[in-house]
């Protein structure tokens, strides 16, 4: 597995070096053009390392199920792949307890113009922005990560057992709301 190639899935514009990236936007010059939505084009068994930050949370369920067996199927036995997702309830939380704070990060962070500036239009923006269509808690991803085969631990901003797969995050705890995953391929 050391010799493993690795995978940045949805990569954008903000690509990651020596990792064969991967995006549907010919404008961003991927390295490989690819629908992840649909089958990846990949061998299997063929990536040691696998990231992908704010795609999954743009998937249906059953779709998501899809994404995570493919990426399952082409990680090598003990590969891991990295998951940063929003948090839904982190999003859910700041709403309720603490309004002001969640206004002020998507002014800061965001940007895009509210108009009536309240906490309940950032909630209802937050779920749909950037082609969210279903985001995810702790226990929900986890439950999905392992029906699709993968150990999906709970990290934080930054951190993993695996020195592949430090700093990678685009998206810190101050200036967005999200998950870190790592899954585990199991056997």
């Known amino acids: 597995m050391k010799d493993g190639i690795k995978i940045n899935l949805g990569s954008g514009h903000w690509k990651l ?4 990236n991967v995006d549907i936007d010919f404008a961003s010059d991927p390295d490989v053009c690819a629908n992840l939505a649909g089958g990846l084009p990949f061998t299997s068994g063929v990536a040691q ?3 992908t930050e704010d795609f999954i949370d743009q998937l249906e369920l059953e779709e998501a199920a899809e994404f995570l067996r493919e990426c399952h199927r082409i990680l ?13 309830r982190q999003l859910a939380d700041m709403y309720l307890n603490d309004p002001e704070q969640l206004k002020s990060m998507w002014t800061e962070f965001v940007g ?10 950032v909630f ?8 969210h269509t279903f985001l995810y808690d702790e226990r929900t991803f986890q439950a999905l990560a392992t029906k699709c085969g993968f150990e999906a631990r709970r990290v934080e901003y930054q951190k993993s057992e695996v020195p592949g797969l430090r700093g990678l995050d685009l998206r810190s705890p101050e200036n967005a709301i999200s998950l870190y ?3 585990y391929r199991r056997p």
């Open 112 to 121: 895009v113009p509210l108009a009536v500036e309240t906490a309940g239009e």
């Open 124 to 131: 209802n923006l937050g779920m749909r922005f950037a082609g």
């Open 17 to 20: 070096d020596g990792w064969v």
């Open 76 to 88: 090598a036995p003990g590969g891991v792949l990295r998951v940063l997702t929003p948090d839904m």
């Open 181 to 183: 995953f790592d899954c």
């Open 49 to 51: 390392l696998m990231h």
